[in-house]
């Protein structure tokens, strides 16, 4: 008797936990940095909308985020979705290891192609081929001291290359600088080249550094160095404390300022704020984010792609943000009146509409590099902008 | 005796087998790879490197950067393992004397960074270092010298990298010479004493040869330690500016694990080897014999 009812009571289980097995799939996502920590909320809110899914998030440090997924590739342990920053798109894509989304993207009833910032759209294109969906995007715009420029005659922001060197020169007057800038990252100095009109590659692929877009966008950027407008040795030196303290009162960066100016430095809290790039043929800036991808030995893919659409649709894309404070990518998200409260964000939702991309191919670590190498030759004085745009072709030429 | 050695060899087994595939295994497959071609599109599918014999290393003579790299290594070496060496000898004699207040607690306060991670050092040194707010440029001024932009010129740069990498090592060295100063036998002191030897006598004569097995121990392994520099100017600096702090290591890492051409990066680790290699071939020529006390 007491056999058999354990014997009951063990088929239960088993019967049990085989259906609801089948009752529930699961997907696995790979979630990076803060990213994974925050991720949970949602997840609760997809389960609830897909009474039938299940989602396993992996959180993976930043850090070892790329070993981590050389190794599921090569071993074959890849996940159903990952999170894949923008600038990984190429070299993962290029190795033929993410489902080509473009199907599920046509066929969606909640997302589609336009709904997407362009520039954020384009990070997920390879080879012509759609390899994710952009989930949040990142932009760089001009950080300013509002007081400190009204100072000097100026009720607004720069709004030209002309004022930015204007403003910047009477900035500079009393022994400080104009703007703090680096001669050593790309997503500072690749804006000027293409509110410039310049390029990396023409349309035949071709490089086309030595172009006079390029060259002369390059001239501008030493210029605000060798004048003194800029501090080329800005390493080492703390942002915070020399915005704050009006020796450096502007700069260009991304929206992660915003929270920590506030908390670094709020005694200068409403002395400062942020403002679209300054144009020359056009205002473009650099974008940045995270896309979501599946990967091709996903057995998941629907239920995969089902996760994806719920998260880039456009009122889940504004709840990301009060979670996460990651701005969307979706374009409508930013339509919503809980935006129309927040000035500052107001300006990157702007920026994003004319925000670019670097080129998506897998040599882009090396020529990222390059840039890097020669920019800052050039501001150095090594070389002049249009040796080093000369020595910069033969350097990509080298590796394409 | 030949019998013998089946046991041991079982007991060994465990430790022989992981040490065969975790370090003589990759050695010889990093030597294969430098004879390939092997970058990120071989990452998926291994059939797409090729084999090229010794183009790598041909491409790495005419690379400018791997000379720059070389360059500031050999200079890194140069500078940084005298200063290393006089300075860890000077503060274990002096830390050897028994009339030093407080010894122990200067031993203790030499040894820490040694054992403090280089991530947290090159925090605390990136604020030491702040060319307006940092300690150094504040101690230099009440000199009246107005102290340099250390991470952001390139002169300065690797100086400062040497600053912090020699002050990092100290309490390593410094343990092993004072125990090669508590070698010396006292009586040779005191025989010197009576012979009317000051203090700076005994040092050159009696302190220093006797140290000769000491000194060149903490030389070869400091050497071969600063041939391989990485982690400071890889969290301080990434190699700039204008690649002034570039090291031979952190070019690898980078051409390695940021571009994926693990092919170049092991050729140019293998020419690291090689200088590693013939340096201490060198240095053991001109080692003394052993000295008996």
Redesign the interface.
Known sequence: MKKALILILLLGIILFSTLSAFAAETITVWAMGAEAKKIGAMVEKFEKAYPGLKVKVQAIPWSSA?DKL?TA??GGTVPDVAQMGTTWMA?FG????FEDVSNYLKNSKVIKEDDFFEGSLNTNIVDGKLYGIPWYVDTRVLFYRTDLLAEVGYDHPPRTWEELEDVARKLAADGGYGLALS??NYQEFMPFVWQNGGRILDENGEVAVTEPAFVEALEFYVKLFKEGLA????????LF?EFAAGRMPMYFSGPWMVNLTHEQVPEIDGKWSVALMPEKKSRTSFIGGCNLVIFKDSKHKEAAWKFIEFMTEAQNQVEWFKISGCLPANKWAWEDTYFNNLEMMQVFGEQLKDAKAPINI??W??IE?FIQ?RV??AC?G?KTPKEAAEALARDIEGVL | MKKDIKVPLLFLAPALVLMLIFMILPIFVSFYLSLTDFN??A???WSKAKFIGLENYRKLLNDE?FWKALKNTLYFVAIGVPCAIIFSLSFAILLNRPDIIGRNLFRVGFYLPHITTTVAIAVVW?WV?????GILNWALSLFGITGP??????RWAMPAIIMLVVWKGLGYNIIIFLAGLQNIPEHLYEAAQIDGANRWQQLFHITIPLLRPTTFFVTVMTLIGYLQLFAEPYML??G????STLSIVLYMY?QG????NLGYASAIAYVLFGIIFVATLIQMKFRDEEIQY
């Open positions: 790329h050389i590739i090569a070299e290029s190795i033929g290891v001669t050593n501090p080329i040795d800005a390493q080492g030196t703390n404390q897998p040599q670590a090396q590099s190498r800052q030759e150095y090594e | 990120v599109f990452l998926v599918d950067l990136k270092l702040n060319p307006r707010y932009s250390w991470l952001g010129d390139p600096t990434d700039g500016p204008l690649n980078r694990f940021k571009f994926f």
